[in-house]
């Protein structure tokens, strides 16, 4: 099917990128300025700014209770944005839906961003999260069973890796993963996979764009052969938490999240995989206020509920 007409008629009004180099600060405060009034944001029961004491350092972090209850599952959310982009207020709205829907208490992460912070920072800062939440279940009211991560995009990227860091480390608290159309090979080689030349141009992410927008994170020192940087690259996938992986059909990176999710189900993890059709790239974050793309946060919700088939 072509690409949904509300996101066509959206794509042919955004101009062609300034030459030269990209300049992050101007670049997030553009983002900051879209960001909607609070009294136009999605109800949530509770809403809460703090900071997560970790091994990485002092994290803000925002967490949203959904409804009154004795325990919860939680669920730790990375924002996307090439590593550099992205805040707790750009995705606040998807994390109010996350909550809304899932019944879940979800903790979303104010990572430190590249350049300002090199690899592995950001990492660590998602890692530190996950492991305070384990610390702090008590305070949290973490019903100590269902711990979720979820992420869209690069926010996506440090979900697939932090599965994988807990499984290394020891930490086997992670029941559940949900990656938004993942970044998961920053190997931008073209040729890797079809979609990279598919949905190479017309489509908002272009795969030209794909090196310089992660360049800062990659110059920052993540090497792209390094699985915790690919998580594609990661051999054994055996033993990771179940997983909902979904992917846009107009996305460069739409295979390699496919192929992701298929590894991880010839790995032996129970693995949803929900491609949305007339989507692209970002449409979670960008577009939830389709009817239809709005289902990719409905489905999360029923899958942390248990309700997902494969």
């Not at 920072?121 to 949290?140: K, N, R, S």
């Amino acid at each position: 099917m072509p690409i949904h007409p509300e996101i066509a008629k959206i794509l042919a009004t955004i101009p062609a990128p300034p030459e030269g180099p990209l300049n992050p600060a101007a670049m997030r405060a553009g983002e900051e300025v879209q960001v909607p009034p609070l009294a136009d944001r999605t109800p949530v029961h509770h809403v809460q700014d703090t900071v997560a004491a970790t091994a990485a350092g002092d994290v803000p972090v925002r967490i949203y209770t959904p409804e009154d209850a004795d325990s919860y599952g939680v669920l730790v959310y990375f924002h996307g944005g090439a590593f550099f982009l992205g805040s707790l207020d750009t995705h606040d709205h998807v994390a109010r839906a996350l909550a809304n829907e899932s019944g879940y208490k979800v903790i979303s992460v104010g990572y430190r961003l590249a350049p300002e912070a090199a690899f592995p920072a950001g990492l660590e800062d998602c890692y530190g999260v996950v492991e305070w939440v384990t610390e702090q279940a008590g305070e949290l009211d973490w019903n100590g069973k269902d711990l979720a991560v979820a992420g869209d995009s690069s926010g996506g990227t440090f979900a697939a890796a932090v599965t994988a860091m807990a499984k290394d480390r020891g930490l086997g608290a992670i029941s559940h993963q949900i990656l938004f159309y993942p970044s998961l090979d920053l190997d931008f080689d073209a040729d890797r996979y079809a979609s990279m030349r598919e949905n190479a141009v017309g489509y908002g992410l272009e795969t030209a764009g794909l090196k310089p927008f992660n360049a800062f994170y990659l110059d920052s020192g993540a090497d792209p052969s390094d699985p915790l940087v690919s998580p594609i690259k990661r051999e054994d996938l055996s033993g990771l938490p179940k997983a909902l992986v979904i992917t846009a059909e107009f996305d460069p990176l739409r295979d390699e999240g496919e192929l992701y999710a298929q590894r991880l189900r010839s790995a032996g993890v129970e693995t949803v995989l929900s491609r949305y059709d007339g989507a692209n790239h970002g449409f979670v974050a960008n577009f939830s206020w389709i009817p239809e793309f709005y289902g990719a946060l409905a489905e999360a919700g029923k899958f942390l509920r248990g309700g997902a088939s494969q």
